[in-house]
Nanobody
Framework: QVQLAESGGGLVQAGGSLRLSCAAS????????MGWFRQAPGKEREFVAA????????YYADSVKGRFTISRDNAKNTVYLQMNSLKPEDTAVYYC?????????????????WGQGTQVTVSS
């Protein structure tokens, strides 16, 4: 399994930007598809974005399409989530996750490795 650690969360005003990073341990990072999920208080964890092993394919939830961009740097064992035009409803704990299987807009249960999460708070 790969170990994951997110960073880059914080407090930002509506309309602002943040970039989340997720650093992975191990030498097999490029064999994992990666995803970002978020969970707001009282809500279920939801899919945000995903990227295939080499980064050729990306997937987004409708709620973030056009505002968020997922990318990865396999040489640095890191996946990123650039978040622009942030809205108060984007407030949540954001998690990165790794999947040895297929890539795509998959449910949380398909991902076997998770980070500890990073808090993103967007003020109005």
């Amino acid at each position: 399994q790969v170990q994951l650690a997110e960073s880059g969360g914080g407090l930002v005003q509506a309309g602002g930007s943040l970039r989340l990073s997720c650093a992975a341990s191990g030498r097999t990072f490029s064999s994992y598809s990666m995803g970002w999920f978020r969970q707001a208080p009282g809500k279920e964890r939801e899919f945000v974005a995903a990227i295939s092993w080499a980064g050729a394919h990306t997937y987004y939830a409708d709620s973030v399409k056009g505002r968020f961009t997922i990318s990865r740097d396999n040489a640095k064992n890191t996946v990123y989530l650039q978040m622009n035009s942030l809205k108060p409803e984007d407030t949540a704990v954001y998690y990165c996750a790794a999947n040895r299987g297929p890539y795509g807009a998959l449910p949380p249960s398909d991902f076997g490795s998770w980070g500890q999460g990073t808090q993103v708070t967007v003020s109005s």
